[in-house]
């Protein structure tokens, strides 16, 4: 039969104080909309009343789903695997699948792993997967309260009840093939876009006074990490690094941390004291987006000791703002990628180091043009929207047949 009109849901997520997710929620949005033959056939959905306000204000065509109390006890019971499928057998609907069968989405996009797509039931859906790392990482973070458990549940279910899967990095799917024996042909590869750059673009006005208030020392070579404060984000192998750095007298570096509480900033914090190394840190619980690209603007180069990844967003940015990159080594297997970055043992704070003292005796303005010229080919915006388009046409082909 012949598809009049295909009814697409796009779940938008995430709050203006947890700026990574909602940030990437938003330019998705923006690039989506601008799907043209597509635009008239998305419905957004959100989650709370300021980022439904948000997309209004922007003219996209919007409605909201809240979580009602019944329904945010089964989203924990859900994530039991012997109960969601007694909740099926016994035919009990989480409120949002009653939602998506009452307003008739034939497709939801969901862009980030949103527990929600457990619900989907009858309801095709497309899943991001943005990692794996309670699979590979050794922090006891991804084994609190079942987290190894849930994320496993739930992989095992979106990966092969899902119509597409989109993942970051082309590692990301050959983990999922490899791990999940998941069907390579219904994963698409999509970079991370940041908003930073849409916003840098834009040039808004700063904030100058609030910023200067921050006393950062830029007249010394800072060191930017942007990240929250996950154990898996590894904070203390800079503060061992800065420990070193002490000890030979060394004061011309200094280290930026921007990012929320995720369970270790007292941690951070007290080891920083502990070790008497305030004069070398500078953390900012939360900065917005206009602070945060004004750091990238002024910074000296950027530090990510993660074991999370392959890609993280603040690797595109450093790539965009043409600031060096300090990165994990081998947490990326993509030697064009690995041009790109200056690569640390972050078992071994003494290699960075000897790479910070070392610095000038690297080519920065190559690394820094390679870097720049493989963020605009990968993180393209048309490349995106040709990839969404592509799954939407499979989806309305496969409806018709």
């Not at 919007?62 to 019971?77: A, D, G, M, Q, T």
């Not at 797509?117 to 050794?138: E, M, Q």
């Not at 970079?191 to 006005?205: C, E, G, Q, R, T």
Request: with cysteine; hydrophobic share 40%; glycine share 2%.
């Amino acid at each position: 039969k012949k598809i009049v009109f295909m009814k697409v849901g796009i779940l938008f997520e995430g709050s203006p104080m947890n700026p990574g997710g909602f940030n990437q929620s938003l330019i998705s949005t923006l690039i989506l909309n601008e799907i043209i033959e597509f635009r008239d056939n998305f419905t957004f959905i959100t989650l709370d009343e300021s980022s439904n306000h948000l997309l209004l204000e922007k003219n996209l065509n919007v409605i909201i789903y809240k979580n009602n109390f019944f329904s945010k006890i089964l989203n924990r019971l859900y994530s039991i695997d012997y109960l969601k499928k007694l909740f099926d057998k016994l035919n009990i609907k989480h409120s949002f699948t009653k939602f998506l069968n009452k307003n008739n989405f034939e497709i939801i996009i969901f862009l980030s792993p949103h527990q929600l797509s457990l619900y989907c039931l009858d309801v095709n859906f497309v899943i991001n997967i943005w990692d794996i790392d309670h699979k590979k990482s050794p922090y006891p973070e991804h084994h609190i309260n079942n987290t190894f458990e849930k994320r496993e549940n739930f992989l095992n279910y979106v990966l092969f009840k899902s119509f597409k899967i989109i993942v970051a990095h082309e590692q990301i799917k050959n983990d999922l093939v490899k791990l999940y024996k998941c069907n390579p042909d219904k994963i698409l590869v999509q970079s991370f876009i940041s908003y930073l750059p849409y916003v840098a673009n834009k040039k808004i006005k700063q904030n100058n006074s609030k910023l200067l208030s921050y006393q950062i020392p830029f007249h010394k070579k800072i060191l930017f990490y942007p990240a929250t404060f996950w154990p898996h984000k590894n904070h203390k192998y800079i503060i061992d690094a800065a420990i070193i750095l002490k000890k030979k007298s060394i004061n011309n570096f200094h280290f930026l941390f921007c990012g929320s509480d995720r369970g270790n900033f007292d941690f951070i914090k007290n080891e920083i004291e502990k070790n008497e190394l305030n004069k070398l840190f500078t953390i900012i619980p939360f900065a917005s987006n206009e602070e945060v690209i004004f750091f990238y603007e002024n910074v000296f180069g950027v530090v990510m000791p993660t074991t999370g990844g392959p890609t993280n967003l603040p690797l595109y940015e450093s790539f965009f703002f043409k600031k060096p990159i300090f990165y994990t080594k081998d947490l990326l297997n993509d030697e064009n990628l690995k041009k790109a970055i200056i690569e640390i043992d972050i078992k071994d704070p003494i290699d960075f180091v000897n790479k910070l003292l070392n610095i000038d005796n690297l080519d920065l303005d190559k690394i820094k043009s390679y870097a720049y010229d493989y963020y605009l080919k990968v993180c393209d915006k048309e490349i995106y929207k040709k990839n969404y388009k592509s799954i939407l046409k499979d989806f309305e082909l496969a409806l018709s047949n």
